[in-house]
């Protein structure tokens, strides 16, 4: 079971920067990475549908021998990881916006997030940005958008400014000093956001920190690899590659690009 793959899924290529961090920190593990790019963006669809979707990747995940599931998704965590916990037996990881720590250290009161429409009106995100609300204000905008032109290859546009500034000057206005990162996709705007926001704002993401729980998980229930082989790591998406093999170009990794139907 230990040298069964690691499985990871996110609604394109934005869970990459998940991958990124796991395949780092874990060098000895396996992995199989699903973009479910056909059905992005998520985080404008209803509940119902991104579980539809959050249950039809960690099928294939199983079937493919997966001993644990990553959700690289907070879109996707925030709405069906409670269910997937539920259905299925294996350890399943999920990546949400980290509210606390922003919530902990600001001075100004006052800390932005930047996160789709279906992590805001989730009620798991409810349930953790209430907890703060009674003490500094959370300034939550929805980054309509932003997923569509990271999947289109316009990570780096005129498009992309003119959104950035748009959702972000007005976070400024209301002196945030922590902006939380609240979807993969967005860990690849870290320079542009740091540029627009200036060096007194901190920029959360828990990529990293997702890699670590992932490592605890495994480390819990005796799953971690320790043949020192040549791991293996294999990407799965239903649209086309171009996007996601020019994201993954500086990777010194070696891994094989797919495509399938799922
Ligand atoms: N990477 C997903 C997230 O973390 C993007 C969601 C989407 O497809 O809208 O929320």
Redesign the pocket.
Known sequence: MNTQPIGIF???I??TSIWKEITSLLPYENTIYLADSKN?????KSAEKIIEFSVKNTELLLEKGCKIIVV?????TTNAIEILRSKYDVPFIG?EPAIKPAALQTLTNSIGIL??K??LSSSLFSKTSEKFTSTIKIIEQEGKGI?TLIESDKLVSVEMTLLLHKYLNPMLEQRIDHLVL????YSYLFQQIQKIVGENVQIIDSGLATAKQTNTILEKNNLKNFTSDASKHQFYINSEKDVLESILKEVSLEYTVNKLDF
């Open positions: 996110d609604s394109g934005g869970g992005a963006p998520y985080g404008e690289a998704c907070n879109t996707a990546i996160a789709t279906g992590t997923v609240g979807c993969t996709h």
